[in-house]
C-alpha cells in the first residue's frame, strides 16, 4: 500500500475560497501532498442549477482522477450540497464534502439545539445542512438564510468595510428573533468575514467548517490506511485552475500565507 | 435575399444583462426576429481573462451560426472589450459589440472632452473603450474606473438600496475632481442602477448604450440590405441559456417588460 499512501490529496472548489480547507489540512497534516483545483472559469457556482454544477463537478472529478489522488475534498459548500451524493455514488476513492464535519461541530457547540446556517442560495436552498442536521442524535432546529452578497464583498476586498456590516446587518436581523446560539458559516469565503459576523451577531458560537473538514480527512485517511507515511519530507501544494493563475495566486494570498504554485489547465 | 433577411439577428451576453440591448433592438427593430443567448453555467465574464471570454465567446458563436442569425450582437461589455476582434476576424457574418457605439454616443453627449467609463474589472483594464475613443476626432479623456460590485448588486435587487448609494459614492468619487461630464453605463447591468449613479453623479450625462446599439445594429442591417421585411409579422424573441431557463426568466421580468420562451443547452 506504500505507493497508495503516499498519493496526493485532492480538494477542489468553484475557486479559490477552498484553499480555507487546504490550509487548514496542511496544518493538520503536515506530511500530506495536495493537489488543489479552483474552478475559476465558471465562479461562482452559488447560484446555478444542480444539474450544472453536478456536470462541472463531474469533470474536475476526472481530472483529479487523472493525478491519481487517494482522497477527495469537495471543499465547496455548493457543490457539496448540490452534488456530493452523484460524486458518492460514482467513484471509488473516497470523497468527503464539507456539510457533515461543519454539522457535527455545530452540534458539539450548540447548548440550546438552535442553529443557524448562511451560505449561497444554491446550498440554502438545497437543504442539504436540514438533512445532515436530522441525522444527529437529540433535537435540534435549523434556521438557514443565503447571503448572496458576501462572495463578492470579499472577493472585492470589502473584508471589514462599513458597507459590509451594513450588508451583513440585512442578512443576519432574522437569527436574533430565532434564538440561535450556533452559526454554521455555510460557505470557504466566510471565514474572512468572521470579524463583521461575531460583531454582528454578538454572543453566538461561529462554526468554521475548514477545521473539521481537516479532522474528518484525518479520520478518513486513518480508518483506511491511507495517511503519508510519518517522517516523510514535508508535504507540498500544487494548485491548477481553469482560468488566469496569476489572478488566482494573488487572491490566493488572501487564503494561505504561503507561496504556491498555480497552474492552468482546459478541462 | 429574401432568405437571409428574415433570419435572426443573434445577441448574446454572459447572463441576463444584455437583455436591455435585445429590449431596444425589439422597439427599434420590430419586425426583427431575436435569437438571446445568456450563458448563465458560467456567468460573470467580468473578472475572467481574454483568453477565457474568447474560447467562450467563439462557444457561443457556433451555436448562433447553426442558428443561422444574419448579424451578431456582442451584447456584453467584457466579451466586447476583449474578444470583439477575435470574433470579426473568424466570422463572415457582421458582428458587433457596444463598445463602440457608446463611444460614439458619448462624443456627440460630451461638451468638455471629459468622459468617464465604468464597467467590469477585465472591461477597464483591457483599455477597449480608450482604444475606442482614440479614433474620434476632437479631443477627449477617458477617466475609467471598474465597479465590480454593481453586477451583484443588481443582481440581488439591491437597485436602490441604501447600500448601493454607499458603494456607488465610493466608487464613484473619483470622478468629482476629474471634472467628466459624461459618463458611460458600461456593462448591460448598469442601465438599472441609474437612478443610484444620477443622484451620486448629480449634473453628468450617463450615456446608457443599448440604444446606441439598436441604432447601430438599423443601420448595419440597412447597408447590408439585410433588414426583415416591412409588413412582416412583429418579430418574436426566443431565449437559449446554459444553465436553468426558470431563474432566468425570472430575473429576465427585470430587464425586459414581456413573457419570454427560454430553453436550457449544453455548449
Chains 1, 2 share one sequence.
Do not use: W
Request: hydrophobic share 40%; net charge positive.
Amino acid at each position: 500500500m506504500e505507493s497508495l499512501k503516499n498519493r496526493s490529496i485532492g480538494i477542489f472548489d468553484s475557486g479559490v475560497g477552498g484553499l480555507t480547507v487546504a490550509k487548514s489540512v496542511r496544518k493538520l497534516l503536515p506530511h500530506e501532498d495536495i493537489i488543489y483545483f479552483g474552478d475559476t472559469a465558471r465562479v461562482p457556482y452559488g447560484n446555478k442549477s444542480k444539474a450544472t454544477i453536478t456536470r462541472f463537478a463531474h469533470q474536475i472529478m476526472f481530472f483529479l482522477m487523472e493525478k491519481r489522488v487517494k482522497l477527495v475534498v469537495v471543499a465547496c459548500n455548493t457543490a457539496s450540497s448540490l452534488s456530493l451524493g452523484s460524486l458518492k455514488r460514482h467513484y471509488r476513492v473516497p470523497v468527503t464534502g464539507v456539510i457533515g464535519p461543519g454539522v457535527r461541530e455545530a452540534v458539539r457547540l450548540s447548548k440550546n439545539g438552535r442553529v443557524g446556517v448562511i451560505g449561497t442560495s444554491s446550498t440554502v436552498s438545497s437543504k442539504a445542512y436540514d438533512r445532515e442536521l436530522a441525522k444527529a442524535k437529540g433535537s435540534y432546529r435549523l434556521f438557514g438564510k443565503s447571503c448572496p452578497l458576501f462572495v463578492p464583498l470579499v472577493e472585492n476586498g470589502f473584508t471589514s468595510d462599513p458597507v459590509t456590516y451594513k450588508v451583513a446587518r440585512k442578512y443576519l436581523k432574522e437569527f436574533k428573533a430565532k434564538r440561535i446560539d450556533t452559526l454554521i458559516l455555510g460557505c470557504t469565503h466566510y471565514p474572512l468575514l468572521k470579524g463583521v459576523i461575531a460583531k454582528v451577531m454578538g454572543n453566538v458560537r461561529l462554526v468554521d467548517s475548514s477545521l473539521a473538514v481537516a479532522r474528518e480527512v484525518k479520520g478518513m485517511l486513518g480508518d483506511k490506511g491511507l495517511d503519508a507515511c510519518r517522517g516523510r519530507r514535508p508535504g507540498t501544494i500544487r494548485c491548477y485552475v481553469s482560468d488566469d493563475a496569476e489572478g488566482f495566486r494573488k487572491t490566493a494570498g488572501m487564503f494561505l500565507k504561503e507561496k504556491i504554485d498555480v497552474k492552468k489547465v482546459t478541462l
